[in-house]
């Protein structure tokens, strides 16, 4: 995927891919918790056919060391907004998955050269506890492992070398930080009027699909697509969300005033 670049504001310091530089269209693309960047190294490749591809490893994920603080979805979004404002990336279209998707929501919402959001899957509201998605993850990872055991695999891996291997130290204040942020039982993102796409595995086991109808009244404009699939469908099926989302910003223009949508896949 290429060699990581490294960005640093007030001693935090986040590693990162930059993938096809050139281009002047750019995606920031948030992955979920627990993983890193390049995880979902399939579908940046799809995308940086292109488009730009601009992939964080958040702070306390992948090679970017931990917040000092137990941080929350505004923290991320700040510091992600002044990374923005540093680097000089404008239209920026922020799409996220799980935990990313809800750091992407709050960019959105901080930040206005965001023009477009795309959110897959996104953690950011429940009406369910914590040991709730304890349990729903363990159940998630057998069901995974009989979808694709290579990609269940490399998700493992991941999440093992992250935790145990990179941030061992670290691990009580970044579970603090994803039950913080994963547990919230109400939207406080502020103001997103861009163009929002929100697409949902119909057979999430982590976060309910019915948890849409909190998204769509915060975000009343953004399209929703049902998928087939569980919590994890974008990286079993990365061609279908790359070329969902691709279509939607191809369909869209920067901040217009819709209604919302709903549409179903088969």
Known sequence: MGEKLTYAYEGQVCKYLDLNRQNDSAWMWFHGAMIEASTYSKALGLWARNYRVIAPDMPGFGDSPAPTEIWGWSDYAKYFSRMMKEMGWKN???????????????????????????????AGVTDKPWGHFQQAVMEKMVK????????????????????????????????????????????????VDVPTLIMWGDKDEVLDPGL??????????AVIKIVPGNHDWCLFKPETMVENAEDFVRETIPHPSSPSQEKRET
């Not at 799409?95 to 050269?113: D, I, P, R």
Request: proline share 6%.
């Open 92 to 122: 920026v279209v922020a799409a996220g998955h799980s935990f990313g998707g809800g750091v992407a929501a709050h960019l959105a919402a901080e930040n206005k050269q965001v023009s477009r959001l795309v959110l897959i899957d996104p």
């Open 144 to 191: 995974d492992w009989q979808e694709n055991p290579q990609m269940t695999l490399r998700i493992n891996r991941d999440a093992i070398a992250d935790f145990l291997g990179k941030h061992p130290t670290n691990i009580p204040g970044m579970m603090k930080i994803i039950k913080r942020a994963i547990t919230r039982k109400e939207l406080e993102l502020g103001n």
């Open 212 to 221: 849409i109808q909190e998204w769509k009244k915060t975000i009343p404009q």
